[in-house]
T-cell receptor, first 113, second 118 residues
Framework: QQQVKQSPQSLIVQKGGISIINCAYE??????FPWYQQFPGKGPALLIA?????SEKKEGRFTISFNKSAKQFSLHIMDSQPGDSATYFC????????????FGQGTELSVKP | EAGVAQSPRYKIIEKRQSVAFWCNPI?????LYWYQQILGQGPKLLIQ????????DSQLPKDRFSAERLKGVDSTLKIQPAKLEDSAVYLC????????????????FGEGSWLTVV
């Protein structure tokens, strides 16, 4: 049962461009929406996260936009750099399920110099 | 601060053999998770512990997978007998307390144990 759908599967962006990755969820009980970054051979690392009562959160070059009515959220990477090349996963969790994360399928981002 | 430690990093076994993975969470973290990440997919939770008790094992294939967390610290995940479809990365993660990650209860992942079943 797919509860978090992520797109695109892969993305190629030029250095300095904007990378945009989208996710859609089904369960309105979700109350925490993180983005994880994973480099080859490494485990996922928390990048940025948002609550459903906030429409946007920005940390440096990374911004989450959240649309509660559409049940969608997205990650924007401004001024993309080759070092941002990694796989990005959106996820969601519910407060009454502890820290259980439901992950999207992942987006492989490649930033070309 | 040391991260989540996992071993072995890589393992190749034949189908029907057994394998065990070990995880040492971040010191003081009460909650421990095992996730399975199949190539090209997002991680999927297999089992979640609070201290040494299981709080969620709904997606653990209990006919072949088992996990324990003795003394509420280290954990071992075992697969017996392995199937070809068990080829994946097994990620261990931990968080300070059992509860939502909303208020700083960040979930930290280890680098994973890569399993290939041939």
């Amino acid at each position: 049962q797919q509860q978090v759908k992520q797109s695109p599967q892969s993305l190629i962006v030029q250095k300095g461009g904007i990378s945009i990755i989208n996710c859609a969820y089904e369960n309105t009980a979700f109350d925490y929406f993180p983005w994880y970054q994973q480099f080859p051979g490494k485990g996922p690392a928390l990048l940025i996260a948002i609550r459903p009562d906030v429409s946007e959160k920005k940390e440096g070059r990374f911004t989450i936009s959240f649309n509660k009515s559409a049940k969608q959220f997205s990650l924007h990477i401004m001024d993309s750099q080759p070092g941002d090349s990694a796989t990005y996963f959106c996820a969601a969790s519910r407060a009454n399920q502890g820290g259980k994360l439901i992950f999207g399928q992942g987006t492989e981002l490649s930033v070309k110099p | 601060e040391a991260g989540v430690a996992q071993s072995p990093r890589y393992k190749i076994i034949e189908k029907r053999q057994s394998v065990a993975f070990w995880c040492n969470p971040i010191s003081g973290h009460a909650t421990l998770y095992w996730y399975q990440q199949i190539l090209g997919q997002g991680p999927k939770l297999l089992i979640q512990f609070q201290n040494n008790g299981v709080v969620d094992d709904s997606q653990l294939p209990k006919d072949r997978f088992s996990a324990e967390r003795l003394k509420g610290v280290d954990s071992t995940l075992k697969i017996q007998p392995a199937k070809l479809e068990d080829s994946a990365v097994y990620l261990c993660a931990s968080s300070l307390v059992y509860g939502t990650p909303l208020f700083g209860n960040t979930i930290y992942f280890g680098e994973g144990s890569w399993l290939t079943v041939v």
